[in-house]
């Protein structure tokens, strides 16, 4: 015989189902018109404090080319030097030590000589750069006054954002001074950005324009989630898709500055990762695509020591899942040196757990270098390649050459086309090896420029008149 509920009995059992709900998680959605009308103000006033504008700037020479004939300066009457011209960056950043260490995104401020922030108060102050990451898209600044204490933002711990939570975005959208938006979580983890070497991004739909880059994210705690970095745009404008670096990477890079240093260091796992394709899913008998897959190892790495093997799929890290490379690079790479990570790893249909040493790349004197010559490399700047370089340009360890680090503008490297990451494998008929060979062969007199690099993986060759 089927039994109802009384209309109490109903409502008891549902209150006691809210009321389990909420000891569990204090997530709770408005029940009223009159919860609808609460306001973020007490939030902003405590967050809003420690979020700065950032204005960047720097003298670069704009020289018309034909200013260089002198026929053509003598029929106009024109003068042949260089014209100066500013370039001037707008940004965001969010101070996260009371010493006044700021965050902010490293191409607001990348190439820039002269840095100011200005604080929610208008007041205004120099600041300089301490550290940048090119590979997280992140750099830290120092506030040049070195006796106020400044209002500082506490980390969140960003593993914990969940989708549909409410969060806040504070910057300076186009520069019209500082602004607060809102909107919620629309997804975590996102991989597959393209935006910077390490992609796990929290979207959200608050609204995010150009020079709320290096801004806040947070959640209604005050505490910091994210720092705003991107936004997907047809129009230049937000169109409700932003993306912001977890504050668990941000912490990362920030407990770098603050230590002293002036590069990030990371883990090092020493392995070349592979994404698991539909097919590989299906020979390795997995559900669906998920993992890194490793594809080589480094001899003498954590890894090699660990006993990792060439078509181990690792599936976590420390308990936590791994979908892709991107985000196994995330979970290890926010590993605190000096330990042991716990890799979950399938091999031959078998689960299993590997232990392996969190330390960082061995260093093999770099011998960096500025060319200075008349060759086609004048003003690059050029480095040995070691574990640690490559693992920073994403080469492969056992590459042959020379990396490129540096390509300033408007040198004779930079108007050829070299990049950041191209590797000098031949000159001349001659291999590069080291980066004195490349030095002592760019110090030559050549008619005509015989260069092959590795770009991307593939070898590009190219005959440059001297």
Known sequence: MTRFLSRAAAFAVLASF???????DNRLVPTSPGQLTLSYAPVVKRVAPAVVNVYAARVVENRNPMLDDPIFRRFFGMQGGPREQVQRSLGSGVIVDASGLIVTN???????????????????????????????DLAVLKIKEGTERFPALDFANSDDVQVGDVVLAIG??????????????????????????????IQTDAAINPGNSGGALTDL???????????????GGSQGIGFAIPANMVRVVALSAKGGGSAVKRPWLGTKMQVVTPEIADSLGLKRP???????????????????KTGDLIVSVDGQAVDDPNAFDYRFGTKPLGGNAVLGIMRAGKTSNVTVALQTAPETPRD???????????GAKVANISPALAEELRLDSSADGVAILDVPNGTAAERLG??????VVEVNNQKIAKT??????????????????QRGGQNLSVAIRG
């Open 172 to 201: 300076n959208p186009f520069g019209v001074g500082q602004t607060v938006t809102h909107g919620i979580v629309s997804a975590v983890a996102r991989t597959q950005v393209g935006i910077t070497d390490y992609q796990f991004f």
């Open 418 to 423: 070299f990049r950041r990451g191209d590797v």
């Open 221 to 235: 705690s005050g505490r910091l989630v994210g720092i705003n970095t991107a936004i997907f745009s047809r129009s």
């Open 18 to 24: 809210v009321s389990t709900a909420q000891a569990q």
């Open 436 to 453: 004195k060979d490349l030095e002592r062969i760019a110090s030559e007199r050549a008619p005509v420029w015989r260069i092959t690099i």
């Open 368 to 378: 960096e270098i500025v060319l200075k010559s008349g060759s086609p490399f004048a």
């Open 290 to 308: 998920a993992g890194a897959l490793v594809a080589a190892i480094a001899p003498n790495g954590p890894a090699a020591r660990a006993g990792l």
């Open 106 to 136: 490293n191409h607001v401020v990348e190439n820039m000589s002269e840095v100011k922030v200005s604080l929610a108060d208008k007041r205004e102050f120099e600041a300089e750069l301490v550290l940048k990451d090119a590979r997280t």
